[in-house]
């Protein structure tokens, strides 16, 4: 019998438990990278301050259509940015700059996703902020690093995984080559990775009293995500290529199939997981094809093992096939988006939340994914632009060109 499910919450209630309670984040960010790697932060408990650019509006996500929620927020920029606070302030001015060094002063951490030339420039290293705190943490997310010729290049997430080699081997073989599908999936890469050094270097500030600075980039994280085909180039020279219906490189059957109305992504990554598939087809007999009987044949012959396969996944639908197959190999409906977000399992896990916005009470968001104690964590929507200013460093100087 399984355990019950835990207790449904209000996903505006503080949750009991916040890991992160107490650290402060001072964090000079805009679109994907940073935001989605800091809303974690802000998620499990951090008090992450957003220091949005005065002179431009704010961050760009909140000018970034088509779905508005009122003047200077949007669901693009929601999407990145729960449970944080937002300044307005022109670092580069004088008042700006003392602004952000009364921050600095009861931070911990101070996170940037600028471009690698201008957080010297900025004044936002560890080298002139330790001089307002010597235990502060210098975050920078960059596109292509600090201390190389690309430096002052700008770059974006889709950039990154055509020169990295991705696009090669996402698509059709007789297909050009194709970015991966979901948005920003090397933005939330890189801003998990600046996660992971941004903790670990706090809790040497902790334990130390010394601050330092931790980088990381777009263009480092997508050549990261090559996994093993990168050490298989480096070692032996060989360059995986795109597989028919995304299937593995080197295990059978790994692939989509056709079913009676629609696809189905079957993983028999194993010995035993082949054997269920046989069995739920009804088709133990193609285990004694010497064509398909170990693992290397099963490659070896894997255009030969997709023809005997679809006309049997043909049968059904997609539905029943995973009623058929009920956890006993690893397989999952090929979905659209729709169908994705309309599963009630992603109702009833509470991986959907309604967190109310001023212009939409009903803001349907996803949840975090990670859980504490078995419950989900606490959500709000980030505060209007500039809305914690005041709060938080005092008024500011009206631009002139704010009428």
């Known amino acids: 019998m399984s355990a019950p499910a835990p207790p449904a919450t209000n996903p505006t209630e503080d949750h009991p438990l916040k890991p992160l309670e107490g650290v402060r984040i001072v964090s000079i960010e805009q679109f994907g990278a940073a935001p989605y790697g800091s809303m974690f932060l802000a998620d499990l408990g951090a008090d992450v301050i957003k220091v949005e650019n005065a002179t431009i509006g704010g961050d760009p996500a909140r000018g970034t259509g088509p779905y508005f ?7 693009y920029f929601q999407t990145w940015n ?30 940037n996703n600028l471009r690698g030339d201008l957080p010297a420039k900025l004044g936002l290293d560890h080298a002139s902020l330790s001089k307002v705190r010597p235990s502060i943490v210098c975050v920078h997310l960059s596109a292509y690093g600090r201390d190389n010729e690309r430096a002052a290049w700008p770059g974006y997430d889709y ?5 990295a080699g991705l696009m090669s081997l996402c698509g059709e073989p007789d297909g050009p080559p194709t970015r991966i599908g979901a948005p920003s999936m090397i933005d939330h890469a890189t801003g998990l990775t600046a996660m992971v050094g941004l903790l670990s270097a706090l809790l040497r500030a902790r334990a130390t009293g010394e601050g330092c600075d931790v980088d990381t980039c777009l263009f480092d994280v997508a050549l990261h995500q090559l996994g093993y085909a990168a050490l298989w180039y480096l070692n032996e020279g060989y360059a995986p290529a795109r597989q028919p219906r995304s299937a593995h490189f080197s295990v059978a059957p790994v692939q989509t199939f056709p079913t009676a109305d629609g696809w189905i992504f079957v993983m028999c990554l194993t010995p035993k997981f082949w054997a269920a598939l046989l069995d739920v087809l009804g088709r133990r007999d193609l285990d004694a094809d010497p064509r398909f009987s170990t693992p290397p044949a099963r490659q070896r012959n894997r255009e030969a093992l997709a023809a005997a396969l679809d006309p049997e996944f043909r049968r059904a639908t997609t539905a029943r096939w995973m009623e058929a197959i009920a956890g006993r190999l690893p397989a999952a409906p090929v979905n659209e988006l729709g169908q994705a977000l309309d599963s009630p399992f992603l109702e009833a896990n509470g991986m959907i939340r309604r967190v109310p916005h001023p212009a939409r009470p009903d803001l349907r968001v996803l949840a975090n994914p990670i859980r504490i104690n078995g419950q989900r964590m606490s959500q709000r929507v980030c505060s209007p632009m500039g809305a914690d200013t005041d709060a938080l460093v005092g008024p500011q100087p009206k631009r002139a060109d704010a009428d």
């Open 69 to 75: 929620l009122g003047e200077g927020d949007s669901e």
């Open 159 to 163: 950039m990154m995984q055509a020169e």
């Open 82 to 111: 729960l449970n944080k606070r937002s300044v307005a302030l022109d670092i580069r001015s004088p008042e700006g700059r003392a602004a952000l060094e009364s921050l600095v002063a009861g931070a911990e951490v101070v996170l």
